[in-house]
Nanobody
Framework: QVQLVESGGGLVQAGGSLRFSCVAS????????MGWYRQAPGNQRELVAR???????NYAEAVKGRFTISRDNTKNTVYLQMNSLKSEDTAVYYC???????????WGQGTQVTVSS
């Protein structure tokens, strides 16, 4: 069983920056892939970024060059640095992980990001 607690997000002007943190508990964090997804009104939940236990990363095309995912295993935390934010980035952002033993997906509570134009 895994619990994910998100911090960060909020309201920012276009071109600004935000940083998310997600703290994982109840699992061997260093063995799990972690990531961020987002869901805008009227849209499907979509991948933003993933990072594996070997620090390999994957980004959605829409955020490449602007967002950076990282992890700190000593703090059981994954981060998402979001720069050059656009109105299109407005969404609810969810931290994600997969339990390495069961294959079950776990989600954070969801946090709103609103980018004003």
């Amino acid at each position: 069983q895994v619990q994910l607690v998100e911090s960060g997000g909020g309201l920012v002007q276009a071109g600004g920056s935000l940083r998310f943190s997600c703290v994982a508990s109840g699992s061997a964090f260093s063995l799990n892939a972690m990531g961020w997804y987002r869901q805008a009104p009227g849209n499907q939940r979509e991948l933003v970024a993933r990072i594996t236990n070997r620090a390999s990363t994957n980004y959605a095309e829409a955020v490449k060059g602007r967002f950076t995912i990282s992890r700190d295993n000593t703090k059981n935390t994954v981060y998402l640095q979001m720069n050059s934010l656009k109105s299109e980035d407005t969404a609810v952002y969810y931290c994600w992980t997969e339990d390495s033993m069961t294959g079950i997906n776990y989600w954070g509570q969801g946090t709103q990001v609103t980018v004003s134009s």
